[in-house]
C-alpha cells in the first residue's frame, strides 16, 4: 500500500500536534518528523527553536511554531547552551486543540504537556543522553574545564526532571531495540519499536567500481568517535571523506592535522552524499549509535558498512554479509575491521536487499498501526 493510500486510511477530523525538538538541520529525526508531516498534511508542528529554511519542504509547509527560546539572540547557533531552559520552554507549548500528540524526542519534547482528552504518543530516539550516560562527553573536564562542576547539577536536576515526566505520553515507541532497553531502563515504560524511514527510493547504488576511501557521514559531535577513523585510516594510509558538520569540527581538524589522508568536506546535500556512499570503499560507524540512518543508507547504496558492534548497528548490519562488526570502539578494532572488508567480495544487491526493510513505506504502515492503536482503545489511552 502506498504512502498515500495509508494516510487516507486516518481519519482526518483528528486534530494533530507534532513537538519535535529543535528545527535546524535535516539530520535523522527530521528525516522521521518528513514522513509524520506527510501522513498528517494538517498537523501542526512545534519546536524549541526553528531555523526557517534550513529544513525540507514538507515540514516549512507546517509553519513551525517555535518557543521562546527561539527569540533568544544567536539561538539558531547558541541553542544547546539554552538546555536548562528546555523544561520550561517545552511545558510552554499550547497543545489545547490537539486530538493526537505525537512527539519526537531525544531530549525535551517528549515532556509537552498534552490536554487532558488528548493521547500523546512519543516517538523515541533516546532518552536524554547527556544528562544520563554521556556527561563526560558532552561536558566532561576535558572539553569544559573548571565549567564542569557547573553544569553536573544542572544535568543532574535535568534527569530528575526527565523522569518525572516520563508518565506525560501514553505510549512510547522507540526507533531500536537498544532504545526500548533505555526507555526500561530509565523511565520504566514499554515501548514497541518501530525503525525510522530511510528513503531506499533516493539511496540506491550507482553501478561504479568503488573507489580507494573510506566515508563518515555524521554530526560532528563527541558520541559519535569519529576520531577513531580519523586515527584508523592515517594509520592504514586510507583516504578518508568526512560529510557533515558541529561543535567538534575544530577538535578533529587538529587530530587529523597533518593526515593528507583526511578530507573535511562539511555539510553535503543529500545528492553529493548519496554520490559519496556509492563510490566508498566503506562507510564507517566507529561509536555506538541509537540506531544510525547512515549504515541503512549505505547499504541501500550497496555499499557494506564497517560499526562497531553495539547498539543499533547490531540491528542494522548483518556482520559478513552487510558489513563488518568490530568488537571494541578504537583504532586497533577499526583497522582489523577495514582489513577484514577488504577481503570479502560483497554482493551490492543483497546489502541493498537487506536495507529495504527499513523503507519509508514500512515506517509508514507501523506508525499508523500504533496510531489507530491508541486513538482507539477503549478507554481513550491505552498506556504502555
Not at 71 to 93: I, K, N, S
Not at 97 to 103: F, G, P
Request: proline share 7%; hydrophobic share 40%.
Amino acid at each position: 500500500m502506498s504512502n498515500r493510500a495509508r494516510s487516507s486510511a486516518l481519519p482526518a477530523r483528528w486534530r494533530v500536534a507534532i513537538v519535535h525538538d529543535w528545527l535546524t538541520g535535516m539530520r535523522g529525526g527530521e528525516k522521521v518528523l518528513e514522513a509524520l508531516c506527510e501522513l498528517f498534511p494538517y498537523a501542526s508542528v512545534h519546536t524549541l527553536v526553528h531555523v526557517p529554511r534550513s529544513v525540507s519542504p514538507a515540514i516549512e509547509r507546517h509553519a513551525p511554531r517555535q518557543s521562546a527560546l527561539g527569540r533568544v539572540p544567536g539561538a539558531a547557533r547558541l541553542y544547546r547552551h539554552l538546555l536548562p531552559l528546555f523544561p520550561l520552554a517545552v511545558e510552554q507549548f499550547d497543545l489545547d486543540e490537539a486530538d493526537l500528540v505525537i512527539s519526537t524526542s531525544h531530549c525535551a519534547a517528549k515532556s509537552a504537556v498534552a490536554p487532558g482528552r488528548a493521547r500523546h504518543l512519543c516517538y523515541c530516539f533516546t532518552p536524554m543522553r547527556y544528562a544520563w550516560d554521556q556527561f563526560d562527553a558532552y561536558f566532561g573536564w576535558e572539553r569544559l574545564g573548571p565549567l564542569t562542576l557547573m553544569m553536573r547539577p544542572v544535568l543532574g536536576g535535568l534527569a530528575r526532571w526527565d523522569r518525572s515526566t516520563s508518565g506525560r505520553p501514553d505510549r512510547y515507541v522507540a526507533i531500536s531495540q537498544y532504545v526500548a532497553a533505555r526507555i526500561q531502563r530509565y523511565y520504566n515504560r514499554r515501548s514497541a519499536v518501530i525503525p525510522p524511514p530511510v528513503d531506499t527510493e533516493f539511496f540506491v547504488p550507482t553501478g561504479r567500481e568503488p573507489d580507494p576511501y573510506a566515508l563518515v557521514v555524521s554530526a560532528l559531535v563527541p558520541y559519535k568517535r569519529i576520531e577513531l577513523a580519523i586515527e584508523a585510516c592515517r594509520r592504514l594510509g586510507v583516504p578518508l571523506k568526512i560529510a557533515g558538520d558541529g561543535p567538534e569540527l575544530s577538535h578533529l581538524q587538529q587530530v587529523a592535522a597533518g593526515a593528507r589522508e583526511v578530507e573535511f568536506l562539511g555539510r553535503v546535500s543529500d545528492d553529493g552524499v548519496r554520490e559519496l556512499y556509492g563510490s566508498a570503499r566503506a562507510v564507517l560507524l566507529p561509536g555506538e549509535e541509537d540506531f544510525g540512518l547512515v549504515p541503512v543508507e549505505a547499504q541501500a547504496c550497496g555499499r557494506p558498512v564497517v560499526a562497531l558492534g553495539r547498539g543499533g548497528a547490531l540491528e542494522t548490519v548483518v556482520d559478513g554479509e552487510t558489513g563488518v562488526l568490530v568488537d571494541e570502539p578504537t583504532a586497533d578494532a577499526l583497522i582489523e575491521g577495514l582489513r577484514r572488508a577488504d577481503t570479502i567480495a560483497w554482493d551490492a544487491g543483497r546489502i541493498r536487499s537487506h536495507a529495504l526493510r527499513f523503507s519509508k513505506t514500512r515506517f509508514i504502515e507501523a506508525m499508523s498501526g500504533e496510531i489507530e492503536a491508541i486513538m482507539n482503545a477503549p478507554d481513550g489511552h491505552q498506556r504502555w
